[in-house]
């Protein structure tokens, strides 16, 4: 058999006839607007395993998207470390809205965070369980800040700030 990126020819015999099969394979190449630089990477055959298992498991058709993502969140990490850049991130609570002045404090926070604050979601999961979701943006620091004052009133059963960036 012979293969290059698009052609694939492959021989068989049929009792004394050769015969010679040819399989034209579209190719279909990516457009980028970036420049790919490629390198190699140099890894344990059983840390590999688990990688490729862990990627497949996800959904990704190859590791170097798996690899890249990784890279974008570290970076991300990174930069979230300093309290003056510019970010945007979703709190996601659940609390009991019976539990003493929960809603009034949440909705006064809010009313006082208008230019943090962009857009609040809320479910009533049950008579006494709520889950709100807000979207936050601004500096990571003031961010992290409101999350910690929301997380810590009574009430919040439990809550989950994530910080992410639109570009970085």
Do not use: W
Request: glycine letters at 6%; one cysteine or more.
């Amino acid at each position: 058999m012979v293969k290059s990126s698009n052609i694939i020819i492959n021989y068989k015999f049929f009792g004394s006839k050769k015969f010679k099969f040819v399989l034209l394979l579209p190719v279909k190449r990516a457009t980028m607007t970036e420049n790919i630089v490629r390198f190699g990477v140099s890894i344990e055959p059983d840390l590999l395993k688990k990688y490729d298992r862990v990627i497949k498991k996800e959904g990704y058709s190859n590791r170097s998207e798996a690899l890249r993502d990784l890279i974008r969140k570290n970076i991300i990490i990174e930069k979230n470390k300093n309290p003056d850049e510019q970010a945007i991130g979703t709190l996601t609570m659940i609390y009991d809205h019976h539990v003493g002045s929960l809603t009034d404090k949440l909705l006064y926070l809010q009313h006082d965070h208008t230019k943090d604050i962009l857009v609040s979601t809320h479910v009533h999961i049950d008579h006494h369980n709520c889950l709100e979701v807000l979207i936050l943006k601004g500096k990571t620091g003031k961010i992290q800040k409101l999350a910690d004052n929301i997380r810590s009133l009574k009430g919040i059963k439990h809550g989950e700030l994530v910080i992410t960036k639109s570009s970085f």
